[in-house]
């Protein structure tokens, strides 16, 4: 899709795609992960881990929707919103992996996290 | 990620895969193709593709995470929003198509919804 | 705002303006409600109403959004999309309301989705 | 509803409730402006103006979201999405104020992303 863009654009377009798909895939695997927690008997031991789920969906998610938007293209604001995105990553990153040995959903959304952490460190350095 | 929900789910765990990453693939269509056609010439004339790609994007986005839920599961509320799908991508999907000989985005837009709205029938179905 | 809307609105702005304020604050109030329920001792309990209210949010946040969008109006999304807000609206106001003599939280969300089905189903009758 | 919550919070719940109540209102401004700029003759020359605003509308969104979970409380990712909050609103104001003598919509839009700016930027003081 990103090809079909009909102006040029700043960033190299793998780069910005890898990321985009980095940061849908933590989305969904942070909201799928907070449903799981919920539905586990011990839900009241993973409370911190579904309210970190669900802020780190929402901002990956949000910042898949800037990432995908060139006209009138703004670094600041793709810049904080990416650094919004290391910050909840490494959050929701650290909390699942304190339970990913018991639940296996926390297993793969740590992972998810991680990636989705590593992929926007790496498109903040190619902005700067 | 669905095989490692705690819990039973009613539905072919297979079949509700698909129909996730349908929605998320023309959510994240929906939103390049708005911002692509903000940057034709012709804009004026894509008024109409812009806010509809928005509406759909929006809607499928949201499915998508309601999918994702199992919890507490109601399907009368998974049903309603995937009719709302089902006319966004129609509606999308028909004005994409329109344009679809002059814009490659929209041409690749018009397939998304297509194909989303096809899977969002297919789960109705299979729900009823 | 929408008086300053610059092309004719198909339906009454004081209505239409109503309905959106009705969906951002249940919106707002289901997703305040999702995190009092997982602040609750007695968690294990309202893992429904924490997903009925997440679903609830998602939608009615969503519906207002593309209520306020007026450009190339396609009104088949939007009667579809209220119908399933009025959907979300019943089941997370059946929910909350069964928690309200427990939960202050539930108890006000519970007359938020009531007030936003109301509306919605006022908006419907108005469009058709 | 901020009152109701069953735990303490860490700051002053009327400051948090301001912050959420300007978040939204400049999410639902920055929706409605965009809408609207694709409705004027002069669309092409607004297409800057229609992409921050709904990256604006996008951010201030989520970060209301954020803000209204209370549960297993972050500091890091409220701070880092209010400054990212900060970022867009700026932005967004500069952009609509430049047309803020021709669209009147513009200037009221202008107007909520200034309040909101000022008081995400109060929020961060009084977290520090």
Do not use: F
Request: charged share 25%; glycine share 4%.
């Amino acid at each position: 899709m990103l090809e079909t863009y009909p102006q040029p654009i700043n960033l190299d377009r793998s780069v910005l795609a890898d990321a985009i798909d980095a940061l849908v895939a933590c989305s969904q695997a942070c909201t799928a992960c907070a449903d799981a927690c919920l539905s586990e008997d011990m839900v009241a031991d993973l409370t911190k881990c579904v309210r970190t789920n669900l802020d780190c969906a929402d901002i990956c998610g949000v910042a898949a929707r800037v990432l995908s938007r060139h006209t009138g293209y703004d670094a600041n604001i793709s810049r904080s919103l990416l650094e919004a995105c290391v910050v909840a990553c490494r959050s929701c990153g650290d909390e699942c992996a304190s339970h990913a040995g018991m639940h296996e959903h926390c297993r793969i959304c740590a992972d998810a996290c991680r990636e989705c952490e590593r992929v926007c460190r790496g498109l903040l350095a190619a902005m700067s």
